[in-house]
Nanobody, 120 residues
């Protein structure tokens, strides 16, 4: 069992930056691919970024490509999402997830989410 706890959300002006953290307890994250997802009010949860289990490959959704960066600390227990050049449309609850390392569509564990608000 893995517990994921996100932090780092908050209110930021458009054009600003935030770094989200996802801390794991119960088990190291090194055997999972790790993903960030987000859900805005009235919308479905959507994929944002994924980091392969070896920490080598990354993939991003088109809306965030070039602005967001997913990474993991050396111990493998914390995953980050660096968000730059934030836009009002980035506002959402952001969730981290531990994913099946062979099938990224299979979510093993979810965090509880952290709110990101972007003012225009």
């Amino acid at each position: 069992q893995v517990q994921l706890v996100e932090s780092g959300g908050g209110l930021v002006q458009a054009g600003g930056s935030l770094r989200l953290s996802c801390a794991a307890s119960g088990r190291t994250l090194n055997t999972y691919a790790m993903g960030w997802f987000r859900q805005a009010p009235g919308k479905d949860r959507e994929f944002v970024a994924v980091l392969s289990w070896r920490g080598v490959n990354t993939f991003y959704s088109d809306p965030v490509k070039g602005r967001f960066t997913i990474s993991r600390d050396n111990a493998g227990n914390t995953v980050y999402l660096q968000m730059n050049s934030l836009k009002p449309e980035d506002a959402a609850v952001y969730y981290c997830a531990a994913l099946d390392r062979e099938n990224y569509s299979r979510v093993k564990f979810w965090g509880q989410g952290t709110q990101v608000t972007v003012s225009s």
